[in-house]
């Protein structure tokens, strides 16, 4: 399993981006992809998840008309669109995976329940 994050850069506050996570080499249809970020000095949270397969997705709702998290099966792909950026949306983004899983359920994701993680890409909000 392979997952690749990008997407990431420098931006001032009120921009926008979009995340790309580029996932291969799942034996199963059913997995689910989250994504986390991780602040200079703070531990890695959960920000958002999409299940391949079972379709659910999770977004919390403190982020929910900023963020929207999706997937495009086409491209095994799946995209964090963050609107309205902030100071302190500013963090190293990664994804990850766990296979053999089609809900997201109703919390952010853990970092204990994923098994694959990708390399991080750096989102940095400034004036």
């Known amino acids: 399993v392979q997952l690749q994050a990008s997407g990431g850069g420098l931006v001032q506050p009120g921009d926008s981006l979009r995340l790309s996570c580029a996932a291969s080499?799942?034996?199963?249809?059913?997995?689910?992809i989250g994504w986390f970020r991780q602040a200079p000095g703070q531990e890695r949270q959960g920000v958002s998840c999409?299940?391949?397969?079972?379709?659910?997705?999770f977004l919390p709702d403190t982020e929910k008309g900023r963020f929207t998290v999706s997937w495009d099966s086409a491209k095994n792909t799946s995209y964090l669109q963050m609107n309205s950026l902030r100071l302190e949306d500013t963090a190293v983004y990664y994804c990850?995976?766990?296979?053999?899983?089609?809900?997201?359920?109703?919390?952010?994701?853990?970092?204990?329940?994923?098994?694959?993680w990708g390399k991080g890409t750096l989102v940095t909000v400034s004036s």
């Open positions: 990850a995976a766990r296979p053999f899983s089609y809900y997201c359920g109703t919390s952010a994701p853990f970092v204990e329940e994923y098994d694959y």
């Open positions: 999409v299940a391949i397969g079972g379709g659910s997705t």
């Open positions: 080499g799942f034996a199963s249809n059913y997995y689910k």
